[in-house]
């Protein structure tokens, strides 16, 4: 990345040197201070509230790539999964919103101050989630989840991926580091099964179908564990290939065996227990305080007030201005007969757009979507003022995780960038693919959506780059699809245009469907069939969707909320600043301002039209 924002050294000054901490004390903030004395003291405070909350969250550390010096202590370790360490978590949450909110903010710079503001919501809005009696509250993410254990909710889901894919083996330090952390994963398992006891007890017990996934995946995931398995083979493979000496595999297999396989036993039989006394009600407004909980989960989804009543209708009339949209390209490549849905269900099965079954069909995705990436990648410089690097890599869902995820997902790589950016791609079968839809699905996920933005959120302040909202995460990549377009991503193929057409419409779906499962009491098939006939999608492609906003209430809306929102800025950017506006400066004041709130957003604006574009 070039032209790094002034703030990056300072920051990486504090990372280098440990002093964040000791600076925090030194140069308190008091009134009378300089406003040198309290920038400092204020980049001090939030270097310190990013450290306290790595210390719950190591992985993300390791994710970061910032867990090196006197903090790779933090490399060996895993959260503390267990009724106590959340409680211990909220606390720190709630003791470091108290010291944000009483700093005296005169005299820090605005990227500073937008810094505070950030924290300051992303902290209440997770310490309302701690205050619900259930579920695995995010804190400056995204998976809302009431569920701790479920088909795409759980340890035994993210350790191993995280493992293979973020952890890093270069020397033997590495290695038992990894060692260490298979070492704690039993306790993690034990820790998640007391909370889903728990919540049982309560009266929350997750709707059958799910369940059903999340069975069959933890009895995939013991089959693999009886013989050690994928997380042994991952650190035998990388030791063995940089020639680190050691007695690994033995090491691994034995934990592996001997202790997480008994954990994640345990983890079957409770969620076998739950299935036994599990109904097909998919909505929160079964479970106790569900409708609680699913409001919440929509503050957290959006950064909003916005009710679900309010956002069904929004889904409702945004539906039908993308579909007014696509009729006229339909009829003009021949498909006339129908509504949209129908006819974009009949475009599904135009053999034209399939890809070969099988893995000679998988290969052919990969080397489409490695050809998508080239091409936008050579179109930044007409989008932005500064260009990303785009450091990223494709690979394929680990197979025992396809069945319960979903068509593919993405996100920026380390800090320092040994890690790149992923997008992750569901190939359990090449049908869920068209060759009209992955254009879309690649802007979304890698240039310029989530990859990309998050190279430059990275630049930030240590606490920016942990902190993010899915509105703005997935607003930002929504409307990383549009910019897609309006650079001529689809110009020679009328069908892609349909696909990223048909892709905005299926997230205005979302606004309905989510909102329709939980608060107006939909039935699963009536949101699978909400996708299909409205819209054209194939059962194999919505079922996990419908199923996902099960697990992940409200997650789902922010999506076009915050996509629609981005947009409005952009209109008030091109009203206000007239001949000055430029598409470039628009799109680098909104990534250089930063994963934010929506109403932080606006206000980010705001000081970019103020200073003249």
């Given at each position: 990345?070039?032209?790094?924002?002034?703030?990056?050294?300072?920051r990486?000054?504090?990372?280098?040197?440990?002093?964040?901490?000791?600076?925090?004390?030194?140069?308190?903030?008091?009134?009378?201070?300089?406003?040198?004395?309290?920038?400092?003291?204020?980049?001090?405070?939030?270097d310190?509230?990013?450290?306290?909350?790595?210390?719950?969250?190591?992985?993300?550390?390791?994710?970061?790539?910032?867990?090196?010096?006197?903090?790779?202590?933090?490399?060996?370790?895993?959260?503390?999964?267990?009724?106590?360490?959340?409680?211990?978590?909220?606390?720190?949450?709630?003791?470091?919103?108290?010291?944000?909110?009483?700093?005296?903010?005169?005299?820090l710079?605005?990227?500073?101050?937008?810094?505070?503001?950030?924290?300051?919501?992303?902290?209440s809005?997770?310490?309302?989630?701690?205050?619900?009696?259930?579920?695995?509250?995010?804190?400056?993410?995204?998976?809302?989840?009431?569920?701790?254990?479920?088909?795409?909710?759980?340890?035994?889901?993210?350790?191993?991926?995280?493992?293979?894919?973020?952890?890093?083996?270069?020397?033997?330090?590495?290695?038992?580091?990894?060692?260490?952390?298979?070492?704690?994963?039993?306790?993690?398992?034990?820790?998640?099964l007391?909370?889903?006891?728990?919540?049982?007890?309560?009266?929350?017990?997750?709707?059958?179908?799910?369940?059903?996934?999340?069975?069959?995946?933890?009895?995939?995931?013991?089959?693999?564990?009886?013989?050690?398995?994928?997380?042994?083979?991952?650190?035998?493979?990388?030791?063995?290939e940089?020639?680190?000496?050691?007695?690994?595999?033995?090491?691994?297999?034995?934990?592996?065996?001997?202790?997480?396989t008994?954990?994640?036993?345990?983890?079957?039989a409770?969620?076998?227990?739950?299935?036994?006394?599990?109904?097909?009600?998919?909505?929160?407004?079964?479970?106790?305080?569900?409708?609680?909980?699913?409001?919440?989960?929509?503050?957290?989804?959006?950064?909003?007030?916005m009710?679900?009543?309010?956002?069904?209708?929004?889904?409702?009339?945004?539906?039908?201005?993308?579909?007014?949209?696509?009729?006229?390209?339909l009829?003009?490549?021949?498909y006339?007969?129908?509504?949209?849905?129908?006819?974009?269900?009949?475009?599904?099965?135009?053999?034209?757009?399939?890809?070969?079954?099988?893995?000679?069909?998988?290969?052919?995705?990969?080397?489409?979507?490695?050809?998508?990436?080239?091409w936008?990648?050579?179109?930044?410089?007409?989008?932005?003022?500064?260009?990303?690097?785009?450091?990223?890599?494709?690979?394929?869902?680990?197979?025992?995780?396809?069945?319960?995820?979903?068509t593919?997902?993405?996100?920026?790589?380390?800090?320092?960038?040994?890690?790149?950016?992923?997008?992750?791609?569901?190939?359990?079968?090449?049908?869920?693919?068209?060759?009209?839809?992955?254009?879309?699905?690649?802007?979304?996920?890698?240039?310029?959506?989530?990859?990309?933005?998050?190279?430059?959120?990275?630049?930030?302040?240590?606490?920016?780059?942990?902190?993010?909202?899915?509105?703005?995460?997935?607003?930002?990549a929504?409307?990383?699809?549009?910019?897609?377009?309006?650079?001529?991503?689809?110009?020679?193929?009328?069908?892609?245009a349909?696909?990223?057409?048909?892709?905005?419409?299926?997230?205005?779906?979302?606004?309905?469907?989510?909102?329709?499962?939980?608060?107006?009491?939909?039935?699963?098939d009536e949101?699978?069939?909400?996708f299909?006939?409205?819209?054209?999608?194939?059962?194999?492609?919505?079922?996990?969707?419908?199923?996902?906003?099960c697990?992940?209430?409200?997650?789902?809306?922010?999506?076009?909320?915050?996509?629609?929102?981005?947009?409005?800025?952009?209109?008030?950017?091109?009203?206000?600043?007239?001949?000055?506006?430029?598409?470039?400066?628009?799109?680098?004041?909104?990534?250089d301002?930063?994963?934010?709130?929506?109403?932080?957003?606006?206000?980010?604006?705001?000081?970019?039209?103020?200073?003249?574009?």
């Open positions: 990345m070039t032209d790094m924002p002034r703030f990056t050294l300072s990486r000054a504090f990372l280098a040197t440990g002093t964040a901490a000791a600076t925090a004390v030194l140069l308190p903030a008091c009134r009378g201070s300089s406003p040198a004395e309290t920038q400092a003291a204020g980049e001090a405070l939030l310190d509230v990013a450290w306290n909350m790595l210390r719950h969250e190591p992985t993300r550390a390791t994710s970061l790539g910032v867990d090196v010096g006197q903090h790779a202590a933090l490399r060996g370790r895993l959260a503390d999964a267990t009724p106590e360490g959340i409680n211990a978590y909220a606390d720190t949450l709630r003791n470091d919103l108290q010291r944000v909110r009483e700093f005296d903010k005169d005299g710079d605005a990227a500073t101050r937008t810094s505070f503001e950030v924290v300051e919501s992303a902290y809005t997770a310490i309302e989630g701690f205050d619900l009696p259930y579920g695995d509250i995010p804190v400056g993410s995204w998976r809302t989840a009431p569920y701790a254990v479920i088909q795409n909710v759980g340890a035994y889901i993210d350790l191993p991926r995280f493992l293979d894919s973020d952890h890093p083996i270069a020397d033997e330090a590495d290695a038992e580091a990894y060692v260490s952390r298979l070492e704690a994963i039993p306790g993690v398992l034990t820790g998640e007391e909370r889903i006891i728990g919540a049982r007890e309560m009266g929350v017990v997750p709707p059958d179908f799910l369940l059903d996934k999340a069975i069959e995946q933890m009895r995939s995931q013991i089959a693999d564990t009886q013989s050690g398995g994928a997380m042994v083979e991952s650190i035998v493979r990388r030791t063995g940089l020639g680190i000496a050691g007695d690994w595999e033995s090491r691994a297999n034995a934990i592996v065996t001997e202790q997480i008994p954990a994640l036993e345990a983890q079957l409770e969620l076998e227990t739950q299935r036994a006394a599990a109904e097909g009600h998919a909505g929160m407004w079964n479970q106790p305080r569900g409708d609680e909980w699913y409001a919440w989960s929509l503050k957290s989804s959006t950064t909003t007030n009710g679900p009543d309010e956002i069904h209708e929004l889904g409702l009339s945004t539906l039908e201005d993308i579909h007014a949209q696509m009729d006229p390209i009829r003009d490549i021949g006339t007969d129908g509504t949209v849905g129908d006819r974009m269900t009949a475009l599904a099965e135009d053999p034209r757009f399939m890809f070969a079954e099988g893995d000679p069909g998988r290969a052919e995705i990969m080397e489409f979507i490695e050809d998508r990436i080239d936008i990648r050579d179109q930044m410089p007409r989008a932005f003022r500064r260009v990303a690097s785009g450091n990223l890599e494709v690979r394929r869902l680990p197979p025992a995780e396809e069945p319960g995820a979903p593919a997902y993405g996100g920026a790589g380390s800090v320092d960038g040994t890690v790149p950016g992923k997008m992750w791609i569901n190939l359990r079968t090449t049908d869920l693919h068209r060759k009209y839809d992955v254009p879309t699905l690649v802007h979304h996920e890698t240039i310029p959506g989530h990859v990309w933005e998050g190279e430059y959120s990275n630049q930030l302040p240590l606490i920016r780059s942990i902190l993010a909202f899915n509105a703005f995460s997935e607003g930002w929504l409307y990383a699809e549009q910019l897609a377009s309006e650079l001529g991503a689809y110009e020679e193929n009328p069908a892609w349909l696909g990223y057409l048909q892709a905005a419409a299926f997230r205005a779906c979302r606004l309905v469907v989510d909102t329709g499962l939980h608060h107006k009491r939909w039935t699963r949101g699978v069939r909400f299909m006939e409205r819209n054209g999608n194939k059962f194999e492609e919505v079922i996990n969707e419908v199923d996902r906003y697990s992940w209430p409200g997650q789902a809306c922010g999506y076009m909320i915050g996509k629609l929102e981005i947009l409005r800025q952009r209109e008030r950017a091109v009203m206000e600043l007239g001949d000055a506006y430029d598409l470039r400066d628009f799109d680098q004041a909104v990534v301002g930063g994963n934010v709130p929506l109403d932080v957003l606006a206000g980010n604006i705001t000081r970019y039209i103020e200073n003249g574009g």
